[in-house]
């Protein structure tokens, strides 16, 4: 893959979690912890396996830790851990409906989401958080998936 498309990837999935801080801020007040840039970095895994691997992800990773300020290796650790899970099951992924997607791949943010909980204040983890969490990033990650597609579809 050329270098500025991984810069299309990366500026989306900061985008994403520039985003998260902005809409969370707001949605924290419902219970809720929204997760658009582990979704949105998911989605280009699912989506483009072939052209990002490994070594991209864990770049990746270390992109959103040095830009948000966040423990450096975090995002890198969850990034690699993703993309290797996908790579591993991509071709199954393909004949899942939307609903089985969605249930995974939130599962899989709601999992990033408690890990920081336990890891950054364990003093706030909370299961209530997790839950409604994982509903709603249900729910977004069928309108990250047909939106990033369209992208996709008209940038790649």
């Known amino acids: 893959m050329k270098f500025s498309n991984h810069l299309i990837v990366i500026s989306s999935v900061i985008f994403g979690f520039w985003l998260d801080d902005y809409l969370n801020q707001f949605s924290i007040k419902y219970s809720i912890e ?5 979704l949105i970095f998911s989605y280009w895994v699912f989506a483009m396996p072939e052209k990002i691997q490994s070594l991209a992800a864990m770049l ?18 969850f990034f690699v851990a993703t ?3 996908i790579h591993l ?8 409906s939307y ?7 939130s ?11 336990l890891l950054l204040s364990p003093y706030n983890y909370s299961y209530f958080v997790l839950i409604l969490s994982f509903l ?3 729910i977004l990650w069928i309108g990250v998936y047909l939106m990033m597609r369209a992208f996709r579809r008209r940038i790649f």
Do not use: E, H
């Open 99 to 105: 609903f089985q997607l969605s249930v995974f791949f």
């Open 107 to 117: 599962g899989f943010s709601t999992f990033y989401i408690a890990f920081k909980y």
């Open 136 to 138: 709603v990033n249900a």
């Open 34 to 38: 929204l997760n658009f840039g582990f």
């Open 83 to 85: 993309s290797y899970i």
């Open 60 to 77: 990746y990773g270390l992109a959103v830790d040095l830009f948000f300020s966040n423990v450096i290796g975090y995002n890198m650790l």
């Open 89 to 96: 099951y991509v071709f199954r992924f393909r004949i899942f």
